[in-house]
């Protein structure tokens, strides 16, 4: 990859990995709740589950989206009806006392799957591979975006959980978590505006 491609990829990984999106509200609620510790396999598997996804974008999904388009509108279908499911898992969780023991926040796992539903990470993916690489690049082009983006991505994620964590004081009442909670589920519903409209 060239230096002239590397700079504004780097630029719009990080521009498109701190800006508000349903990872990094999903951050700052964890962070709120559960502090930056044990948000820590959350942010690293937004961070490489969003790498991998890149790589395989660029390693052939994109011919496989030209090839069945039908294939994007079920993708949409079923990252929206995730979300709207986790917009209610937020806006329901209970203050830190009244949890029940097995609250947790994302495993690694689960934030790399959560990835492959994520309509923001399918426009970055989609974007970073067809406008910076080269078409003669091959899965070497693939694989350099990738890496770009596991290096920008996971410092920009991690201001969102440790802000969640700054919030934590200001949280320490029941009533002003649940208005915390609430306000953050909205808003990654309304996250769901642009991938319907567009």
């Known amino acids: 990859m060239t230096l002239e491609l590397l700079i504004p990829l780097a630029l719009f990984g ?3 990995s701190i800006t508000p999106g349903p990872n990094n509200l999903m951050l700052l609620a964890s ?3 559960f502090g930056l510790r044990r948000t820590l396999p959350h942010m690293l598997g937004i961070s490489l589950g969003h790498a991998f996804m890149v790589s395989m974008v660029g390693l052939g999904l994109l011919q496989l989206f030209e090839m069945l388009p039908w294939l994007r509108i079920a993708l949409m279908i079923i990252s929206a009806a995730y979300l709207l499911y986790l917009a209610w898992k ?3 969780a209970a203050p830190p006392e009244d949890a029940p023991q097995n609250a947790r ?3 690694f796992l689960q934030a790399a799957g959560f990835q492959w539903v994520n ?3 399918w426009y970055m993916a989609i974007y970073a591979q067809t406008n910076f690489t080269t078409p003669d690049a ?3 082009g693939a694989m350099a975006v990738a890496v770009v983006f596991a290096v920008v991505n996971f410092p920009s994620v991690a201001v969102w959980a ?3 964590t700054q919030l934590k004081r200001f949280l320490s009442t029941g009533r002003r978590l649940r208005i915390f909670n609430v306000t953050m589920a909205l808003l990654l519903v309304a996250s769901l505006y642009p991938m319907l409209t567009s």
């Open 14 to 16: 990080i521009a498109s």
């Open 119 to 121: 309509p923001k990470a």
């Open 105 to 107: 926040p994302f495993t």
């Open 31 to 33: 962070g709120a709740n």
């Open 90 to 92: 937020i806006a329901n």
């Open 162 to 164: 440790w802000g969640g």
């Open 138 to 140: 091959g899965w070497v």
